[in-house]
């Protein structure tokens, strides 16, 4: 079947991926629709707990008119997301590798695909350390060539981290900015009475908060002070992150007619396309609440009983009128709809006989949620306030990771992670 992936990116089946982060991604424009969480619960962050029965569930499909047989492999990877020098065998008991053969053809569909599931770790494989983990996917009569990657976690829950949103303390920005404080403390050992066996101090510890789902403004937290036996990160620079605004959304899980956001909706060619209101510049708006999921998406045909295989696709059309173009950065659809990314597959282009910037996506039927961003020439982090507004109100998620390494260690722990939301508090 190597015929159905000649635009995979043949540079990962050459170079090691030692030197490369790792990211979600996908090699193989036949790869559509990847979700990787834990079972029943479709829309959290992929984390388990180290020692207990936790599954994640891995899906996607294959378009295409033939199904074939993929394997996954998982590695170790320190808390940059870089495979780290670890043998399988220190992290992983069993079966180092598994098939991914557990699919279901499309039903009545106009592009015909295979809905693929598997459960991480697979029957036979257990994970021995805390941590991050790359799952790699591959051809089963091809192991180099590889077609996605996932990311996930394996925490210890050996801390209590408290995080709080606040106010900033200082800047002038005191209406557009979340402040996010971050105290930490042990969890007591409750058989021997006294603390975890592992030097508590922030000089071993690694803390990263990331907002919603992006990576370009995820922030490493450096340490302030103690308040008795807590380690506080606060008040400086890095825990101050631009609101934002409610995320945009559109919703097509009704083809035969618009539901929200959907100007209208076509098909022509054998092709559904979706035509959605055109978008605007909201960073001069009053901040207005919308029901969201933060970038995420869920798929759903609401005439359909089992969406996961009878749902359509559709080409998605997003325009953002505009009577010229930037001259210093480009523009970016970011959310799990683009996986985040802020590069070309993210970019939307100006088209100067519409003066619009557009993107065209092809997308499963469902509700999907996103913001856009403008990412300054030479830069890497995408900014907010140029066309979305920032705002002090946004619910945002926060997701807290705390990774420990003492010297000889060989390998980063994953002592806690805490995920909090302004409308949580």
Same mark, same amino acid.
């Given at each position: 079947m190597k015929s159905l992936f000649v635009l995979i990116f043949t540079a990962m089946c050459?170079?090691?991926?030692?030197?490369?982060?790792?990211?979600?991604?996908?090699?193989? $424009?036949?790869?559509?629709?990847?979700?990787?969480?834990?079972?029943?619960?479709?829309?959290?962050? #992929?984390?388990?707990?180290?020692? %207990?029965n936790d599954r994640l569930q891995l899906r996607f499909d294959l378009l295409a008119e033939e199904p074939t047989t993929f394997r996954y492999t998982l590695r170790h990877c320190d808390a940059e997301w870089r495979l780290d020098d670890l043998e399988s065998y220190e992290y992983l008991s069993g079966i180092d590798d598994a098939l991914i053969d557990d699919y279901t053809p499309s039903l009545t569909t106009l592009q015909p695909y295979y809905n693929y599931k598997a459960a991480i770790p697979a029957a036979g494989m257990t994970l021995l350390l805390s941590g991050n983990y790359a799952l790699i996917v591959r051809l089963q009569d091809d192991p180099d060539s590889i077609v996605l990657t996932c990311r996930f976690r394996i925490s210890e829950e050996l801390l $209590?981290?408290?995080?709080?949103?606040?106010?900033?303390?200082?800047?002038? +920005?005191?209406?557009?900015?979340?402040?996010? $404080?971050?105290?930490?403390?042990?969890? #007591?050992?409750?058989?021997?009475? !006294?603390?975890?066996?592992? !030097?508590?101090?922030?000089?071993?510890?690694?803390? /990263?908060?990331?907002q919603n789902g +992006?990576?370009?403004?995820?922030?490493?937290?450096?340490? !302030? !002070?103690?308040?008795? &036996?807590?380690?506080? /990160?606060?008040?400086? #620079?890095? $825990?101050?992150?631009?609101?934002?605004? %409610?995320?945009?959304y559109f919703d097509f899980s009704n083809l035969r007619g618009s539901m929200y956001n959907v100007l209208r909706m076509e098909r022509f060619g054998g092709e559904f396309f979706a035509i959605l209101r055109p978008e605007e510049d909201r960073s001069r708006q009053h901040y207005t609440a919308q029901p969201g999921l933060n970038g995420g998406f869920k798929i759903n045909a609401w005439d359909r009983s089992n969406p996961q295989v009878e749902s359509e696709y559709a080409w998605v059309n997003i325009s953002l009128p505009m009577s010229r173009p930037y001259l210093n950065g480009s523009v970016h659809v970011v959310g799990g709809l683009t996986q985040w990314r802020m590069d070309e597959y993210s970019r939307m282009e100006w088209q100067p006989q519409y003066k619009a910037y557009t993107l065209r996506l092809l997308l499963k039927q469902g509700y999907y949620s996103y913001q856009i961003l403008f990412c300054p020439t030479g830069e890497t982090v995408g900014l907010t306030a140029t066309l979305e507004g920032d705002h002090i109100e946004t619910p945002n998620d926060y997701h807290l990771y705390v990774y420990y390494r003492a010297?000889?260690? +060989?390998?980063? +722990?994953?002592? &806690?992670?805490?995920?909090?939301s302004l409308g949580s508090e």
């Open positions: 050459v170079f090691s991926l030692h030197a490369q982060v790792i990211h979600d991604s996908v090699w193989s $424009n036949e790869i559509k629709t990847v979700t990787l969480y834990r079972s029943g619960i479709d829309q959290e962050v #992929p984390v388990m707990l180290l020692g %207990s $209590n981290p408290s995080l709080e949103i606040v106010r900033p303390t200082s800047g002038m +920005r005191i209406q557009e900015d979340q402040e996010v $404080n971050v105290a930490l403390e042990q969890k #007591p050992d409750l058989v021997f009475g !006294s603390y975890l066996p592992f !030097s508590f101090t922030p000089t071993y510890l690694k803390l /990263y908060l990331q +992006r990576l370009d403004n995820q922030r490493v937290l450096p340490f !302030s !002070s103690y308040s008795g &036996s807590k380690l506080c /990160y606060r008040w400086k #620079p890095e $825990n101050v992150f631009a609101g934002g605004n %409610s995320f945009r010297p000889g260690d +060989r390998y980063d +722990r994953l002592l &806690s992670s805490r995920t909090l």
